[in-house]
């Protein structure tokens, strides 16, 4: 009995397998007779609901059946049916417009094979029509009661025996009905048999071929046995050949593992070494890299040292000038005082000379501590040898730069001025403190006498730069032209007489200095 493939008609989609073997009910439903549809994949939807009266489904519980993908309704199942009823629980009834069936290879549509039709709209149970029958001893004794003769006995008895069978009518169709779900539950049990012969007939030809695999595998697997000791039997052979060079070759390994080892121990001193190397060169290199700085720093240092040198030397020069012309014009002035001092009487009011003395004093003290701020500048050098002493002794490297340095740092030693012989104490003025504002005259307030040009304290600072014979010389004078004043304020006149004496020097001082 050959098998087929029941397709949803929607989407074409296989739902499952059946053996071709139907039950038809009425004319729109088929119901396979070997199974209930187990194998088919398509579940059940809906409400149940209960077959309806005077049908072959009366008092049965019903539920729709339909497609996975589409969800259309492709049937029926019988959940529950009443005793002895034709239908059997989980039964399938498959609307033959909803399914196609087709063979299990293709597409092609089969023609389905009909056991057995039940009709829709006849009744299901047995004994609906004969309720209110008699019994049958009953009706026979009634109808046998009367006398009469053997043809109408014979016609009685005809009709006796058909109203019998009529009335038995439906308990001969429900036995008829019983026998043949007994007969389909026997086909049913007969298929199944049979299928399970057929499932045993080919595991039997399926162990028969396993059978002789094995087998023919035993025999080749012996074979392999075989040749796998005589390869054995060789590989003991040339092991036993091979045994004295394997001990030469241990021999060898450990020599060439003492070898790797002293490679390796080389190797580490070698990587420490160039550790330490690296470490040493990053070291020198820090350091070189700190010493082109500071020598960078120096070159700056005596770069802006020859600058503040040059301008110092030109403020020096103009200071000299002024001074050598101040001390001329004092030199004038000293001699005029003398003159008339020698020829006019002393005067009769003593404040008016003391005040001319005492700008002029003032004049020349500030004078003098212009020319005392040279000695601070001095000291300023004194440092800066200092701190290239000490970088000399600190930086090895580029000494070649430091010995150019130290060269040049020697010829402008060359013109740094002596220092006085008297010691005095540093003053220091406010910036525009050194300006003369005030005019110097005479007595008779006649002659004015020329003002300095204000420097500033940087210009004062730099003025260390003189040449050596006019810086000395300046030191000298002040030496000699500061003048010494009492408790009162007021010039001495020792000192006033002194000047007198030294007005030779002061001509022999102004021939020296080069003019500007």
């Known amino acids: 009995m050959e098998q087929v493939s029941c397709d949803c ?37 809906g409400r149940i609901r209960v077959g309806e009266e005077h049908t072959l489904i009366e008092d049965c519980h019903l539920q729709d059946v339909s497609c996975p993908h589409c969800h259309a309704t492709i049937g029926l199942r019988c959940l529950d049916t009443p005793t002895n009823h034709v239908l059997h629980n989980d039964q399938l009834f498959l609307q033959l417009s909803s399914v196609k069936i087709t063979a299990m290879n293709g597409s092609d549509p089969v023609q389905v094979t009909i056991q057995r039709t039940l009709k829709l709209k006849e009744a299901s149970r047995s004994g609906s029509t004969t309720a209110n029958t008699p019994p049958a001893s009953e009706s026979s004794a009634h109808t046998f009661s009367g006398n009469t003769g053997p043809s109408e006995l014979r016609e009685q008895l005809l009709d006796h025996l058909h109203a019998q069978i009529d009335s038995q009518g439906e308990e001969i169709q429900r036995l008829n009905r019983s026998g043949f779900q007994m007969v389909s539950s026997f086909d049913n049990a007969v298929l199944r048999v049979e299928g399970d012969i057929k499932k045993l007939r080919e595991c039997m030809e399926g162990m028969q071929k396993d059978l002789k695999t094995y087998r023919t595998s035993t025999t080749s697997t012996n074979d392999n046995v075989t040749s796998l000791k005589n390869d054995l039997d060789e590989v003991k052979k040339v092991s036993q050949v091979t045994s004295s060079s394997y001990s030469n070759i241990e021999l060898e390994f450990a020599v060439a ?48 040292s020859r600058k503040n040198t040059t301008e110092g030397i030109s403020a020096a020069k103009a200071s000299a000038r002024e001074i050598v012309a101040l001390r001329a014009e004092l030199k004038e002035l000293r001699e005029e005082l003398a003159q008339e001092r020698s020829q006019k009487p002393p005067p009769t009011d003593p404040e008016f000379p003391s005040r001319e003395i005492d700008i002029l004093t003032t004049n020349i003290t500030k004078i003098g501590q212009k020319a005392n701020q040279v000695d601070t500048l001095q000291m300023e050098f004194e440092l800066l040898k200092e701190r290239l002493q000490r970088m000399e002794k600190t930086r090895t490297p580029n000494i070649q730069d430091i010995t150019d340095v130290e060269a040049q740092h020697r010829n402008s030693a060359r013109f740094q001025p002596r220092a006085s012989g008297r010691k005095r104490q540093h003053s220091l003025q406010p910036e525009g403190a050194l300006n003369l504002d005030a005019s110097l005259t005479t007595s008779s307030g006649k002659r004015p006498m020329r003002a300095p040009l204000s420097s500033s304290p940087s210009r004062n600072r730099d003025s260390i730069n003189l040449t050596p014979p006019i810086q000395a010389q300046k030191s000298d004078d002040k030496a000699s032209e500061s003048p010494r004043l009492t408790k009162s304020g007021s010039i001495d006149k020792r000192y006033l007489r002194g000047n007198s004496r030294r007005g030779p020097k002061l001509a022999a001082v102004q021939d020296t200095v080069p003019n500007g």
């Open 257 to 304: 593992k003492q070898a790797i080892e002293d490679v390796r121990l080389s190797l580490n001193k070698y990587l420490n070494n160039s550790a330490k190397e690296k470490q040493e060169h990053k070291t020198i290199c820090s350091e070189l890299d700190s010493a082109q700085r500071d020598l960078r720093h120096f070159r700056e240092e005596l770069d802006r």
């Open 9 to 45: 008609a929607s989407c074409d989609r296989r739902l499952g397998q059946f053996f071709n073997l139907w039950i038809k009910i009425g004319k729109s439903y088929i119901s396979p007779v070997i199974g209930n549809g187990e194998n088919l994949s398509a579940p059940q939807t």
